[in-house]
Each structure stands twice: as structure tokens, then as C-alpha cells.
């Protein structure tokens, strides 16, 4: 079974990890399961020895889904810009250095 676990993460790919607090990370990852691709938000522990572990928290979706996640986070960030809990130049200026 271990085998099968280690060819799994081989096919996975990690796009981002975002430190949520000393103790959790945000990792956000292609996946594959049985032959499947999934997009995979999930939160990791960070043990102080050792690899940080999946937790229960998380989604997992089929790409299928991914134009309509990424109409929700775009709405989500006009509203967050809104309510002024992000700044606008601000995130500009974070995307502009990602490129």
C-alpha cells in the first residue's frame, strides 16, 4: 500500500503553499486518484520535526469544476475589496510580481 501512496505524490503537483500560522500551511495542489485529476485546497500541519500531514480541512474538486471556483473567487475579491479588507493596488501590485 505504501508503494501505491508514493506513486500517487509522484503524479501530484504542489502549485502553492501559503503559511497560514507557525503551526499550518495552505497547500494548494493537482492531484491525481484513480486515473483522475483534482484540484486539491487543503490545510497541512507543520509537526516541529518531520514533513507537515493533510488534514480534514480542505476541498477537492474535479478540474470540471474549476471556471466556476474561479468566477467565486473573483467575486469574492471585488467584495473583499469592497468592505476595504483587501486593497486593490495592493493585490495588484502582489499578482504583478507572480508573473
Do not use: C
Request: aromatic share 8%.
Amino acid at each position: 500500500m505504501k508503494k501505491e501512496k508514493d506513486a500517487r505524490k509522484d503524479s501530484d503537483q504542489l502549485i502553492a503553499t501559503i503559511e497560514k500560522n507557525p503551526d499550518e500551511e495552505i497547500r494548494i495542489s493537482l492531484r491525481e486518484y484513480k486515473g483522475h485529476p483534482f484540484v486539491d485546497i487543503r490545510i497541512y500541519w507543520k509537526p516541529a520535526d518531520g514533513e507537515p500531514g493533510p488534514t480534514k480541512k480542505g476541498v477537492t474538486f474535479h478540474p470540471e469544476f474549476y471556471p466556476e471556483f474561479r468566477k467565486a473567487i473573483a467575486a469574492l475579491e471585488e467584495a473583499l475589496i469592497k468592505k476595504k479588507l483587501v486593497d486593490r493596488e495592493a493585490l495588484e501590485a502582489a499578482l504583478a510580481g507572480d508573473a
